[in-house]
């Protein structure tokens, strides 16, 4: 089925570990984004890119890095995992800004990191 | 910087009955995009309606209409006849057109109905 897919859907780190959360998608979408969630703050923009090979920071980016070498996918890296990084993280994909119908959204990563 | 504000962090509605969610955003654009998403427990973000700001018509989709005030910022979403699986979180979020078509979400208002 056409969407977004995340992986992995659930993960525990220990302080300090890295890791990399992978977001493909495959409806040829120019532009993508990385989102965490925490209760009682929505959803923040960590990082989005706007096309292959080019990102940009959102409102929280602190902490993480991103990637987009190709136009379907876009990762997400945490170089150093600290305890404030434990979020449910989501990716998201759209069109370009002349076709907006919405957003399509991976099912989520949930990141506990001890 | 754009920002969305929801304020009602949890509402509750009886089955069949009509509610409404609050929603503000700040921005000075003229041009940009509305939307509400729904996230049940299964975590999944489901688009439940969306509007253009240069559209004065209110949009609807079936059950879900918008209340949009363009002059004061206002976005509100009003729910008809609610059903047990209208129950969820309930995010406003905002687009522009000039910052990469970034979504800017507001903090959510969880929704619980009540049979």
């Known amino acids: 089925n056409a969407g977004v897919t995340q992986t992995p859907k659930f993960r525990v780190l220990k302080t300090g570990q890295s890791m990399t959360l992978l977001c493909a998608q495959d409806?040829?979408?120019?532009?993508m984004y990385w989102y965490r969630q925490d209760p009682g703050m929505g959803l923040r923009l960590i990082h989005y890119?706007?096309?292959?090979?080019?990102?940009a920071k959102g409102e929280v980016p602190d902490g993480y890095n991103v990637s987009r070498l190709k136009k379907q996918n876009f990762l997400l890296g945490l170089e150093s995992a600290a305890p404030s990084q434990t979020s449910v993280y989501f990716c998201?994909?759209?069109?370009?800004?002349?076709?907006?119908?919405?957003?399509?959204f991976g099912s989520g990563t949930r990141l506990t990191v001890v | 910087a754009q920002t969305v504000t929801q304020s009602q962090p949890e509402m509750s509605v009886q089955e069949a009955e009509t509610v409404t969610l609050s929603c503000t955003y700040d921005?000075?654009?003229?041009?940009?995009?509305l939307f509400w998403y729904k996230q049940p427990p299964s975590r999944q973000m489901i688009l439940v309606i969306r509007?253009?700001?240069?559209?004065?018509q209110n949009a609807t989709e079936n059950r879900f209409s918008v209340n949009f005030q363009k002059a004061a910022k206002s976005f509100s979403l009003k729910i008809s006849d609610s059903q047990l699986g209208d129950a969820a979180m309930y995010f406003c979020?905002?687009?522009?057109?000039?910052?990469?078509?970034?979504?800017?979400f507001g903090q959510g208002t969880e929704l619980s109905v009540k049979p």
């Open positions: 409806m040829n979408h120019e532009y």
């Open positions: 979020a905002y687009r522009s057109d000039n910052q990469g078509g970034k979504l800017i």
């Open positions: 921005t000075s654009e003229s041009d940009y995009y």
């Open positions: 998201a994909s759209s069109q370009h800004s002349g076709q907006v119908r919405g957003y399509t």
């Open positions: 890119s706007v096309g292959e090979g080019t990102t």
């Open positions: 509007q253009e700001a240069y559209k004065q």
